[in-house]
């Protein structure tokens, strides 16, 4: 296999995931600023719903694809037209079934709740869409599938809006488009695999096929799992302090989730490597593992300080009662750090460690819902983004323990040195006055960004 530069595949893949979670922060915008703070609510509330069944309904395709289809070689183009066979049928069926379960869970919402879960879904199936390419290497198509769902939502959202329509216009407009564009791109690549695939092999990639997705319940149960811990507060919320309470959190987790999604942009780029690299070089495979830590590490001054400047000018533009949020922003901020930088759980995928993985994030959740559910009465979103952080630590406990398990290394002196002066940066900017923490914050994101940009030239995939 050809090596590629990491820089170029993680620019494309920054790119995927901006595009992906901008759309949501501008449509979650458009119904935090045009319509009541119940109506976000209850909206980012039926995001959490559909995306949630619409994970489940792909088997853990999405995560398996983008680690299968490199080893796959022949076989790969049978293999994804079975894949996106499934897709396509679960999709509405997804659509579907979210809207019971929401109807089951609360009767008050209507046929229109269908438009935004349909969103949710077809959302989902773009980003299984974009792990195709991702496997491929073509990380430039996985932005241009996350641009045609995303846009198709966008400017739906925008005409409603400036038609001055009800919030039940909105959603199912919003939603039937979006369907429609993913069902149409769906249908459109399984085509063109059905036009590679060689009838001469199809029994084999039949077999194989069903192999992987019998091994692919451990990536479904793991990418759920970590998946909920992080949009679960908004339901909980919703059910222990109502719809109020889970707008201003879903606020905060907007910028919070661009952060998240920028620590999962190395796992996107990284995993495939670090996977085939684990099964031709295990030599390599503990270098590169000690080169992503180091990546990871610089990351973190960069994207904490974007969120955390990015974040306030959200919260100003989704409205003044918004700005109630920022304390939750900071917390949330800290949390995903702690979750997503710190002995990452990529390296035990790479090594076919799925359940180790998944027992480090059924840890986090199990903790984040007890935590939340003693919490969240009290205190509200603060609550839910204290249970965040405090999960976020146990997971951490245990994944150093698989770490060791498993022979893997923390990092040398030169992480340590960077992680004692990250500690010192961060503290800075918290406890000294805000004339000297925000110049703090400024360098830190300039400091951050260049040192994040020389690990990246500096490291080739496969």
Same mark, same amino acid.
């Given at each position: 296999?050809?090596?590629?530069?990491?820089?170029?595949?993680?620019?494309?893949?920054?790119?995927?995931?901006?595009?992906?979670?901008?759309?949501?922060i501008i449509?979650?915008?458009?119904?935090?600023?045009?319509?009541?703070i119940?109506?976000?609510?209850?909206?980012?509330?039926?995001?959490? +719903?559909?995306?949630?069944?619409?994970?489940?309904?792909?088997?853990?395709?999405?995560?398996?694809?983008?680690?299968?289809?490199?080893?796959?070689?022949?076989?790969?183009?049978?293999?994804?037209?079975?894949?996106?066979?499934?897709?396509?049928?679960?999709?509405?069926?997804?659509?579907?079934?979210?809207?019971? +379960?929401?109807?089951f869970?609360?009767?008050?919402?209507?046929?229109?709740?269908?438009?935004?879960?349909?969103?949710?879904?077809?959302i989902?199936?773009?980003?299984?869409?974009?792990?195709?390419?991702?496997?491929?290497?073509?990380?430039?198509?996985?932005?241009?599938?996350?641009?045609?769902?995303?846009?198709?939502?966008?400017?739906?959202?925008l005409?409603?809006v400036?038609?001055?329509?009800?919030?039940?216009?909105?959603?199912?407009?919003?939603?039937?488009?979006?369907?429609?564009?993913?069902?149409?791109?769906?249908?459109?690549?399984?085509?063109?695999?059905?036009?590679?695939?060689?009838?001469?092999?199809?029994?084999?990639?039949?077999?194989?096929?069903?192999?992987?997705?019998?091994?692919?319940?451990?990536?479904?149960?793991?990418?759920?799992?970590?998946?909920?811990k992080?949009?679960?507060?908004?339901a909980?919320?919703?059910?222990?302090?109502?719809?109020?309470?889970?707008?201003?959190?879903?606020?905060?987790?907007?910028?919070v989730?661009?952060l998240?999604?920028?620590?999962?942009?190395?796992?996107?780029?990284f995993?495939?490597?670090?996977?085939?690299?684990?099964?031709?070089?295990?030599?390599?495979?503990?270098?590169?593992?000690?080169?992503?830590?180091?990546?990871?590490?610089? @990351?973190?001054?960069?994207?904490?300080?974007?969120?955390?400047?990015?974040?306030?000018?959200?919260?100003?533009? @989704?409205g003044?009662?918004?700005?109630?949020?920022?304390?939750?922003?900071?917390? +949330?901020a800290?949390?995903?750090?702690?979750?997503?930088?710190f002995?990452?759980?990529?390296?035990?995928?790479?090594?076919?460690?799925?359940?180790?993985?998944?027992?480090?994030?059924?840890?986090?959740?199990?903790?984040?819902?007890?935590?939340?559910w003693?919490?969240?009465?009290?205190?509200?979103?603060?609550?839910?983004?204290?249970?965040?952080?405090?999960?976020?630590? +146990?997971?951490?406990?245990?994944?150093i323990?698989?770490?060791?398990? @498993?022979?893997?290394?923390?990092?040398?002196?030169?992480?340590?040195?960077?992680?004692?002066?990250?500690?010192?940066?961060?503290?800075?900017?918290?406890?000294?006055p805000?004339t000297?923490?925000?110049?703090?914050?400024?360098?830190?994101?300039?400091?951050?960004?260049?040192?994040?940009?020389?690990?990246?030239?500096?490291?080739?995939?496969?």
């Open positions: 296999m050809m090596t590629r530069p990491a820089f170029s595949a993680t620019v494309f893949t920054v790119v995927d995931r901006a595009i992906r979670a901008g759309g949501r449509l979650f915008g458009f119904a935090a600023r045009f319509f009541s119940e109506d976000a609510g209850n909206f980012a509330y039926l995001i959490f +719903l559909g995306t949630m069944v619409a994970r489940v309904s792909d088997f853990g395709m999405t995560g398996f694809l983008v680690r299968e289809i490199p080893a796959c070689d022949f076989l790969s183009a049978h293999l994804e037209k079975m894949a996106i066979q499934i897709r396509l049928v679960g999709l509405p069926f997804a659509v579907l079934g979210s809207w019971v +379960l929401a109807w869970w609360e009767p008050a919402f209507g046929f229109e709740a269908a438009g935004t879960l349909a969103f949710a879904c077809a989902d199936g773009s980003q299984f869409l974009a792990s195709i390419h991702r496997g491929h290497g073509r990380y430039g198509l996985a932005a241009l599938d996350s641009a045609y769902s995303t846009a198709a939502a966008v400017i739906a959202a005409l409603l400036l038609s001055d329509s009800s919030f039940s216009t909105f959603q199912l407009g919003v939603g039937g488009s979006t369907l429609c564009v993913v069902l149409l791109r769906l249908y459109w690549v399984w085509r063109q695999r059905s036009a590679q695939a060689s009838r001469q092999v199809f029994s084999e990639a039949r077999v194989r096929f069903f192999c992987l997705i019998a091994q692919s319940k451990w990536f479904l149960l793991g990418s759920t799992v970590a998946w909920l992080f949009e679960a507060g908004v909980l919320l919703k059910h222990l302090s109502g719809e109020s309470a889970a707008a201003l959190y879903a606020s905060a987790l907007k910028p989730g661009v998240s999604q920028s620590f999962f942009v190395f796992s996107l780029v995993i495939s490597s670090l996977s085939f690299v684990f099964s031709k070089d295990r030599d390599r495979f503990f270098g590169d593992v000690n080169r992503i830590h180091l990546l990871l590490l610089a @990351f973190v001054p960069f994207g904490y300080a974007a969120c955390i400047l990015g974040g306030k000018v959200l919260l100003a533009f @989704f003044e009662q918004y700005l109630n949020a920022e304390p939750i922003l900071e917390l +949330l800290v949390a995903i750090i702690v979750q997503m930088a002995v990452s759980p990529q390296p035990l995928l790479a090594m076919r460690k799925e359940k180790s993985a998944n027992i480090i994030a059924a840890v986090q959740l199990v903790s984040f819902l007890v935590l939340g003693v919490l969240i009465p009290g205190h509200g979103g603060m609550g839910a983004a204290l249970a965040m952080l405090l999960s976020s630590c +146990l997971g951490k406990l245990v994944s323990g698989y770490y060791i398990k @498993f022979g893997l290394s923390l990092g040398g002196l030169t992480y340590l040195a960077g992680l004692l002066l990250m500690i010192v940066w961060f503290f800075s900017v918290q406890l000294l805000a000297i923490g925000l110049p703090l914050l400024g360098v830190g994101l300039v400091v951050g960004g260049i040192l994040t940009a020389w690990q990246l030239k500096r490291t080739r995939l496969f």
